[in-house]
């Protein structure tokens, strides 16, 4: 497994030691040829699987007309984007079917979008002094990584060392509804926060915290702007994790899963009241609505729009569940938060650090992702299938049983010919190659559209051939009952000592 090198690269990464060179669906390979099931999908930017061929049609479909006109002037996409996303999320809103939409690039700018729109809405339409709104937010958030987002929270990784930061927030403990009540006063214009807390380790308020927030911020004439960049658009099992607890924000941000992991696209969506006073010139972005990124985000939200992946996650979700429970039953686990198919899992720091138990499932072909030195959330792409969502949950039972053993790979279950990955090398002489399903064939263009030249047209990418079966499950996602063979386990070469 070659070492990741980051030689010109500022150090704002320590990513684990492995180089991608392709991906299809829940599977990656990595420059060795060794091939792993992909459970963080990007933080959730990757709820659709990676080149999900949907997807990767319409962008392609896409670059062969318009790319970037700027929001000097509209394009022929825009319109269209706009829509669908009332369509699919404004009824989600107290916007309804009369919800605005502001796009923009990255999550980051939907929240600082938000923002500034319900500052406006304050001063504009609510009366409050200028320059003296307030914004209440919780503790442990995380919306992004500008001045002003870092300045919200109270991870000291995130915060120290970048201020000063903008005033006008006030922070409180995530959950608890009398604390946000006792921080509201005349100058209050919003409550933002993340229905459930992601970079935290999925966090799960209580059942009346987002009921008793819509209701306060109802009386007292607040905006409620819900931060579901990583939450929303399926991972919950819901479209909106606002949904879970049948709550209408004013406002919700998205992002992430809305690019299908193909381009980097957000938005603000909800109550024309609030979004209507951005006006021109008073906001905007060069990149925010570009013709390629409307483009795969219509076919996302045509995606979303069945129900097929919020079902998916549901029902995996519920697996998920069983399986950690267990673990912390067997105190393998001190414990996990399960909503839909994303859960966070603490790591018993006797066992080892949550980079540790990464690098073990690393090694037996599991990517996953630590945060706050015992954490690790789970957020495999919603077009996973059982077989590969019961290989890789039996993979994280083996490499907290070896943490907790005291031994390595080689110790542990099931090493040797099967551990759970590729390495290129050839099957051993008595095993016989799985057949894969059959792929399915890439959505055809939308009416209207050019359909691509055989020489044009996209493909997705070949895995190796010892990739075997490993690869259906992006094309067969639209498909709720799609039979995928898991990849096969087999053989990887052990990290070197010195490895991350």
């Known amino acids: ?26 599977h990656v390979w990595d420059t060795d040829g060794n091939e792993f099931l992909d459970f963080l999908s990007g933080y959730s930017a990757l709820n659709f699987g990676h080149l999900h061929q949907g997807l990767v049609a319409a962008a392609m479909t896409q670059l062969r007309q318009v790319t970037l006109t700027s929001r ?78 870092v300045g919200l929270s109270d991870d000291p990784v995130s915060h120290d060392g970048f201020g000063p930061f903008a005033p006008g927030f006030v922070r409180v403990p995530f959950g608890d509804l009398a604390a946000v009540a006792d921080a509201v006063d005349d100058t209050t214009v919003a409550v933002l926060m993340e229905p459930v807390q992601g970079e935290a380790g999925v966090v799960v308020p209580p059942d ?38 049948d709550v209408q924000p004013d406002l919700v941000c998205l992002g992430k899963a809305l690019g299908g992991g193909i381009v980097a696209v957000s938005a603000v969506v909800g109550k024309p009241e609030i979004l209507n006073v951005l006006t021109p010139g008073t906001h905007g972005s060069t990149f925010g609505g570009n013709p390629l990124a409307c483009a795969v985000g219509v076919a996302a939200l045509d995606l979303l729009s069945t129900g097929q992946y919020q079902a998916r996650a549901a029902a995996s979700g519920k697996v998920l569940q069983e399986r950690l429970d267990a673990l912390v039953e067997q105190g393998l686990l001190t414990g996990s938060r399960c909503v839909g198919l994303w859960a966070g899992i603490d790591v018993d720091p006797e066992l080892g650090t949550g980079r540790e138990l990464c690098e073990a499932l690393l090694e037996r ?88 030249s055989d020489a044009e047209a996209p493909e997705a990418p070949e895995p190796p051939e010892e990739a075997g079966a490993g690869t259906p499950s992006a094309d067969t996602s639209d498909i709720p009952d799609a039979k995928v063979t898991p990849p096969r386990k087999r053989r990887r070469p052990k990290l070197s000592p010195t490895a991350g």
Request: aromatic fraction near 4%.
């Open 365 to 452: 072909g599991v990517l996953a992702k630590d945060t706050h030195a015992s954490t690790i959330r789970l957020s495999p792409p919603l077009s996973i299938v059982q077989p590969e969502l019961e290989m890789a949950l039996d993979i994280l039972e083996e490499s907290l049983v070896a943490l907790r053993d005291g031994g390595g790979p080689e110790d542990s279950p099931g090493q040797g010919s099967e551990d759970g990955g590729s390495d290129g090398e050839a099957r051993a002489e008595d095993e016989e190659p799985a057949e894969a399903e059959p792929d399915e064939p890439a959505e055809e263009p939308a009416a209207g559209e050019a359909p691509a």
């Open 208 to 245: 009346d915290f987002w009921p008793g927030l819509r209701a306060l911020t109802a009386e007292k004439n607040i905006a409620l702007v819900a931060d579901e960049v990583q939450s929303g658009l399926g991972r919950t099992g819901t479209t909106l994790a606002c949904e879970l607890w």
């Open 72 to 149: 000097a002037f509209d394009h022929d996409r825009l319109e269209e984007f706009a829509q669908r996303l009332v369509e699919v999320v404004g009824p989600l809103t107290t916007g309804g079917e009369d919800s605005l939409v502001v796009p923009m690039n990255t999550g980051a700018e939907a929240v600082e979008t938000a923002i500034k729109a319900v500052r406006k809405w304050g001063y504009d339409v609510r009366g409050v002094p200028a320059d003296q709104a307030t914004i209440i937010v919780a503790g442990g958030n995380f919306h992004g990584r500008t001045t002003t987002l």
């Open 1 to 26: 497994m070659a070492e990741t090198t980051h030689g010109a690269l500022a150090p704002t990464y320590h990513p684990l030691p492995i180089t991608i060179a392709r991906a299809h669906g829940t």
